[in-house]
């Protein structure tokens, strides 16, 4: 199985190599395809300045979802500068945003809007958080490819299947003609932005089942090990995990409305918002005050410029270049410099 974990490790590989890396031409925020001496950047970012290698620290933290994305973004930039310690840690959009409201990390990325209660702590703390969208994704729930019974779920049978108080356990209880065997539950865990989003969506805010027979977890790898290896087991994670596995698990098509027809994540019906309720953008939230290190800034120029890319090679889909281009110049906008 395709593992991200895969990814951190080669993550770490590249920042161990970083005195083979070549030094001196900087990007300064640019496409990581890009390269030689036109379009270059100083450490503001900006177009045309003078190259120059930077140096320092870049902490990014938070959803399990953005993850695959950060990862990518950080292995390309750690090509372009070299001498910048970049660290990516996927602790939940929760665990992000306990870190960066007091402003203990540059970047928190999230799978979901920060919170009142979240930004209210921030504000106490003196730290502004601005948020950027890097990509869209499909909250996708799956089955084993050894289920053979269930390919659609309606939004009432997912609340029956989630909820605490539906007292529907077994297959059967949703549908007579399914097994009459225990439904396995195997869910993002309380810090995760998924779990949030899903019980917002979904659960309207309502408990969710949480007995024996439910897995939470913030590694997205071990839902995706629990689903699979059992027949009768159910789960969501965001749309990269379940392409990056798709050989063993079956994403279920999702129907919302009594009258509708159910449909299945893909990139086309997660753009065009026919995946529903599902689809949802993907954030990173910037400290604000933290534009100030010439890295960070360039980091986050770097990470808006490789979004596009970093979201098709995941499995999840890029915003419009303009969109991309908008932030980048509010980016510029915030620095300090300007």
């Given amino acids: 199985m395709k593992s991200f974990k895969n990814l951190a490790l080669l993550l ?23 390269s030689g001496d036109e379009g270059q950047a100083d450490s503001n970012g900006s177009e045309g300045g003078e190259s120059e290698e930077l140096s320092g620290t ?27 310690q970049v660290t990516v840690d996927s602790i939940g959009s929760g665990g992000g945003f306990k870190k960066s409201t007091k402003g203990e990390i540059d970047l928190s990325n999230a ?74 539950i195997f869910a993002p865990g309380h810090d995760s932005g998924t779990f949030d989003y899903f019980n917002e969506a979904i659960l309207e805010e309502n408990p969710m089942r949480e007995d024996s ?13 629990g689903i699979k290896n059992d027949k009768y087991a159910i789960g969501f994670f965001g ?48 400290v604000k005050s933290n534009l100030e290190k010439p890295q960070v800034l360039d980091y986050t120029l770097f990470t808006l410029n490789n979004a596009g890319a970093a979201a098709e090679n995941v499995g999840y889909v890029a915003l419009p270049d303009d969109e991309y281009q908008e932030q980048i110049d509010k980016v510029k906008e915030w620095a300090p410099s300007n």
Avoid: H
């Avoid at 770490?12 to 640019?30: K, N, P, Q, R, Y």
């Avoid at 209660?117 to 003196?126: P, T």
């Avoid at 027979?213 to 090990?225: A, F, H, I, K």
């Fill in 213 to 225: 027979g439910v897995t939470l977890s913030e590694d997205d790898n071990v839902l995706v090990r």
């Fill in 58 to 84: 870049v902490k990014v933290a938070g959803s399990s979802t953005v993850y695959p994305m950060a990862v990518y973004i950080a292995e390309q930039y750690q090509r372009e500068q070299s001498s910048v």
């Fill in 239 to 286: 749309y990269a995990y379940y392409t990056a596995n798709k050989d063993s698990l079956k994403a279920l098509g999702i129907q919302d409305g009594e009258d509708a027809e159910a449909v299945k994540p893909s990139p086309e019906t997660i753009q065009d918002g026919s995946y529903t309720p599902l689809s949802r953008p993907l954030f990173t939230y910037v």
């Fill in 111 to 184: 799978s979901r809007k920060i919170k009142k209660e979240e930004k209210e702590i921030a504000k106490e703390n003196g730290v502004t958080l601005e948020p950027l969208t890097l990509a869209y994704d499909g909250l996708t729930v799956a089955v084993s490819t050894e289920n053979d019974f269930v390919d659609n779920l309606s939004v009432k049978q997912l609340k029956e299947i989630f909820l605490a108080d539906s007292g529907k356990t077994k297959w059967s209880d949703i549908n007579s003609e399914w097994p009459d065997k225990e439904i396995k």
């Fill in 12 to 34: 770490t590989l590249v920042f161990a190599l970083t005195a083979l890396v070549a030094c001196g031409s900087s990007e300064g925020g640019d496409s990581a395809e890009g």
